[in-house]
């Protein structure tokens, strides 16, 4: 009887081990984003990177990260908020007042930039805009995004869910 339970335990015990190690989280990469740089909207691309709009001061930023980290691509001083639009692991869109211009801004996955409007011309979801409905995706199947803050200093931190 006292093999028994003495087995039945130390099985209980293996199982729970197992179960608390299968469910923890990894880090996987993260990347400063500076002193007090709120970040606005985080969109995954699905493939561990994401694109992220943010406020650095009095202006804002765009970054785009890999699923590594490392960045591909960085837009600041921005004099308006920016949109992301999309992201995904072969480009990002976003779009940001210019002065009277919406200018809405593609960039590939070489990180090159090209603008796709024109003077007077707009392209904007504005009920969106004004109803601060913008594209927030956290997470892909294998993790999520996270802000680390520590008194005044941000980090996005990219987790696995293993």
């Known amino acids: 009887m006292k093999t ?12 729970a081990s197992c179960a608390v190690t299968a469910g923890a989280a990894t880090l996987q990469w993260s990347a400063t984003k500076g002193i007090s740089t709120p970040v606005l909207q985080v969109i995954s691309d699905g493939s561990g990177g994401c694109a992220v709009a943010a ?10 990260f890999d699923n590594k980290g ?5 837009k600041s001083g921005l004099a308006s908020v920016p949109v992301l639009i999309a992201c995904e692991k072969s480009g990002v869109a976003f779009f940001y007042q210019n ?3 919406y200018c809405v801004i593609s960039v590939d996955k070489k990180g090159n930039e090209s603008t796709i409007t024109a003077p007077g011309e707009h392209y904007v979801d504005y009920p969106a ?3 601060g409905r913008t594209v927030q995706r956290r997470s892909d199947s294998k993790g999520y995004f996270v802000e680390h803050v520590v008194g005044t200093l941000v980090t996005l ?3 696995s869910f293993k």
């Open 55 to 64: 406020q650095n001061g009095a202006a804002f930023a765009v970054a785009w």
């Open 4 to 15: 028994t339970l003495f087995r039945t335990v130390a099985c209980l015990l293996v199982c």
């Open 157 to 159: 931190e990219r987790y």
């Open 70 to 74: 490392a960045l591909r691509y960085s």
């Open 129 to 131: 805009l004004a109803f």
């Open 99 to 101: 002065g009277a211009e």
